[in-house]
């Protein structure tokens, strides 16, 4: 199964509102959909999970449409330590499968 | 949250020798661990699940034989590179999804093992 797609790179001003986008399109019917950041040189960490609709959690906001085969994962008003990669990775509650990730860069 | 940790942090080793890196999870127990290899500026690559009392079932291309898993307990996890040589320096990560919490996909990462292989 394909691996989930995302856009390589993102540079945000700090303040800003970034929106990643993640395509699903081998998504199984069980699988909710799941954020991670990672810093370098560290493991990642999760940010959020949803399986539909929106949620919205301390630090981000999920964004799910109905036919599930996409995501949006939005962070409000970036900082600079925000700056890492954002990962999407397709599975369930055990494997995950990580795709390239986002690395986002934000510029102050 | 939950935590898992790596031991250790960071490796060296010389070609042909064996290196061990443990995973545990501190205040959970987890059935099942996975562990993960990441190249620089690549992503986390899945090798093999860790399952408690039985074997690890590894991802394909995984040589079951050079990376040894043993699942001891419900808090510990070790992988071990045997006959380590340059191209297995990488960064090893292990994670466990918390059993009985109800946090469907959740998993937790542990902070890494550099290995450097000499």
């Known amino acids: 199964l394909a691996k989930t797609t995302q856009p390589i790179s993102m540079d945000s001003y700090e303040g800003q509102e970034v929106n990643i986008t993640c395509s699903h399109n081998?998504?199984?019917?069980?699988?909710?959909i799941t954020w991670y950041q990672q810093f370098p040189s560290q493991g990642p960490r999760f940010i959020i999970q949803?399986?539909?609709t929106k949620v919205t959690n301390e630090v981000a906001s999920l964004f799910i449409p109905a036919d599930r085969k996409s995501s949006t994962l939005s962070l409000p008003r970036v900082s600079l330590s925000d700056t890492a990669v954002y990962y999407c990775?397709?599975?369930?509650?055990?494997?995950?499968?990580f795709g390239t990730g986002t690395r986002l860069t934000v510029i102050p | 949250g939950a935590v898992v940790s790596q031991h250790p942090s960071r490796v060296i080793c010389k070609s042909g020798t064996s290196v061990k890196i443990e995973c545990r999870s501190l205040?959970?127990?987890?059935?099942?661990m996975f562990w993960y290899r990441q190249f620089p500026k690549q992503s986390l690559m899945l090798m093999a699940t860790s399952n408690e009392g039985s074997k690890a079932t590894y991802e394909q291309g995984v040589e079951k034989d050079k990376f040894l898993i043993n699942h001891a307990s419900l808090t510990l996890s070790t992988l071990t590179v045997t006959s380590a040589h340059p191209e297995d320096s990488s960064f090893y990560i292990c994670s466990a999804p918390p059993s009985g919490i109800l946090s469907y996909n959740e998993q937790f990462f542990g902070p890494g093992t550099r290995l450097t292989v000499l």
């Open positions: 949803g399986y539909k």
């Open positions: 990775p397709r599975g369930g509650a055990n494997n995950l499968f």
């Open positions: 081998n998504i199984a019917t069980n699988d909710y």
């Open positions: 205040d959970f127990q987890a059935t099942t």
